[in-house]
């Protein structure tokens, strides 16, 4: 089945440790996007990517960082910059351009203690 | 700058109720396209419908339509004779500008009572 991928669905994590969360799609899709969701804030965009090997930061980038050496992968690793990393995390893909919806996966909720 | 302001924040109806979703947006980008998504309960977000810049008439699918005004900059929601299944956090969402960013707004949190 084609989707996109989000492992693992919880993660706990000590404070002052960095923590990488997975994304994958077999979609065959360049554009690929990172958003934070908390509860009363809606989703907030941390990075995104329209193509392999580049990335733009978002609105909530500040301790977060993101790499896009593969089409299909695009990994968010949450720093102990992060001064409220505990959220819930959602990956999206889309076909690159501005006529195209997004597919998310099923997030990945992060807490750290 | 993109912003999506979604001013309703939790909107409380009884089973077979109209209810109408408000949205607004600012962007200073000459095409751009909204979204509309639901997040049921599982978390994962889920596409309902794309509208274009260039494209005010209105839709309709099923029970779910949509009203698109450039010259008030909203693109409003209605549910037509609401369900229980309709419960959700709905988002409303613009893409626009030269890197295609996908800006969502806080949600509304909709609950159909029975």
């Known amino acids: 089945d084609g989707g996109i991928t989000q492992s693992p669905k919880y993660l706990f994590r000590k404070e002052g440790q960095n923590v990488t969360l997975s994304c994958e799609q077999n979609?065959?899709?360049?554009?690929m996007y990172w958003y934070r969701q908390d509860p009363g804030q809606g989703l907030r965009l941390i990075y995104y990517s329209q193509i392999v090997n580049d990335f733009q930061k978002g609105d909530i980038a500040e301790g977060y960082s993101v790499s896009r050496e593969k089409k299909e992968s695009f990994p968010l690793t949450v720093t102990s910059a992060q001064k409220n990393p505990t959220a819930f995390y959602l990956c999206?893909?889309?076909?690159?351009?501005?006529?195209?919806?997004?597919?998310f996966g099923q997030g990945t909720r992060l807490t750290v203690v | 700058a993109q912003k999506v302001t979604q001013a309703q924040t939790e909107i409380s109806v009884v089973e077979k109720e109209d209810v109408t979703l408000d949205c607004v947006y600012e962007t200073r980008d000459t095409t751009y396209y909204l979204f509309w998504y639901k997040q049921p309960p599982s978390g994962e977000l889920v596409f309902l419908i794309r509208?274009?810049?260039?494209?005010?008439q209105n839709e309709i699918s099923g029970r779910y339509s949509w009203n698109f005004q450039k010259s008030t900059s909203s693109f409003n929601f209605t549910i037509t004779a609401s369900q229980v299944v309709d419960s959700a956090v709905y988002f409303c969402?613009?893409?626009?500008?030269?890197?295609?960013?996908?800006?969502f707004g806080k949600g509304i949190t909709l609950s159909v009572r029975p």
């Open positions: 979609l065959n899709h360049d554009a």
């Open positions: 969402a613009l893409k626009g500008g030269a890197n295609s960013k996908l800006t």
């Open positions: 999206a893909s889309s076909i690159r351009g501005v006529n195209t919806e997004a597919f």
């Open positions: 509208r274009n810049s260039f494209d005010e």
